[in-house]
T-cell receptor
Framework: KQEVTQIPAALSVPEGENLVLNCSFT??????LQWFRQDPGKGLTSLLL?????REQTSGRLNASLDKSSGRSTLYIAASQPGDSATYLC?????????????FGKGTHLIIQP | ETGVTQTPRHLVMGMTNKKSLKCEQH?????MYWYKQSAKKPLELMFV???????ENNSVPSRFSPECPNSSHLFLHLHTLQPEDSALYLC?????????????????FGPGTRLTVL
């Protein structure tokens, strides 16, 4: 059974810092990996999706990398801002084909101090 | 209205009540999902529907009953729930075309229904 772990569970940094969130998964037979953010009491917003054949994806100040063989992904946030405060979730989709659901980690709760 | 919508946003029910959660997607997707998010636990997949057919039931108790009348609507019927079923229930949709090897399938989530079972 696939398991996803995110480290750290919580992180608090001053505004302007660059930071890295980590995600690891136990079964490397994945189809893709997706990073989301979740604001308190709200649904999830998709940030980046990396297909298993890709190594990284970038969107603005966000960069996500994928090392499928080692079962790891990182989300890099450059020049952090208070608006980046949220819980960041990593999720993987298995390679079984069809419309499979995602397996999620518990998330990293991020606070950016003004 | 665009995206994925869910109603109601908040629901309080007793253990003997019967209620339904509704999800609607306006994205033209063919796959829809129910997830459960409990405190201190990862988001858990409950059900998957692809082209209105249920393709996955992730060992969910029978007191949760999904219904997908068409590709745009998804319901979760609730009956005889337990207090431990209190959670945020999230709906998602994606476009998945396995026969064309097209799996752009970013999943788009609704805002969720916060359910409290007394």
């Amino acid at each position: 059974k696939q398991e996803v772990t995110q480290i750290p569970a919580a992180l608090s940094v001053p505004e302007g810092e660059n930071l890295v969130l980590n995600c690891s998964f136990t079964d490397s037979a994945i189809y893709n990996l997706q990073w989301f953010r979740q604001d308190p009491g709200k649904g999830l917003t998709s940030l980046l999706l990396i297909q298993s054949s890709q190594r990284e994806q970038t969107s603005g100040r966000l960069n996500a990398s994928l090392d499928k063989s080692s079962g790891r992904s990182t989300l890099y946030i450059a020049a952090s801002q208070p608006g980046d405060s949220a819980t960041y979730l990593c999720a993987v989709r298995g390679s079984g084909g069809g419309a499979d659901g995602l397996t999620f980690g518990k998330g990293t709760h991020l606070i950016i101090q003004p | 209205e665009t995206g994925v919508t869910q109603t109601p946003r908040h629901l309080v029910m007793g253990m003997t009540n019967k209620k339904s959660l509704k999800c609607e997607q306006h994205l033209g997707h063919n796959a829809m999902y129910w997830y459960k998010q409990s405190a201190k636990k990862p988001l858990e997949l409950m059900f998957v529907y692809n082209f209105k057919e249920q393709t996955e039931n992730n060992s969910v108790p029978s007191r949760f009953s999904p219904e997908c009348p068409n590709s745009s609507h998804l319901f979760l019927h609730l009956h005889t729930l337990q207090p431990e079923d209190s959670a945020l229930y999230l709906c998602a949709s994606s476009q998945d075309l396995p026969h064309l090897a097209v799996h752009t399938d970013t999943q788009y989530f609704g805002p969720g229904t916060r359910l409290t079972v007394l």
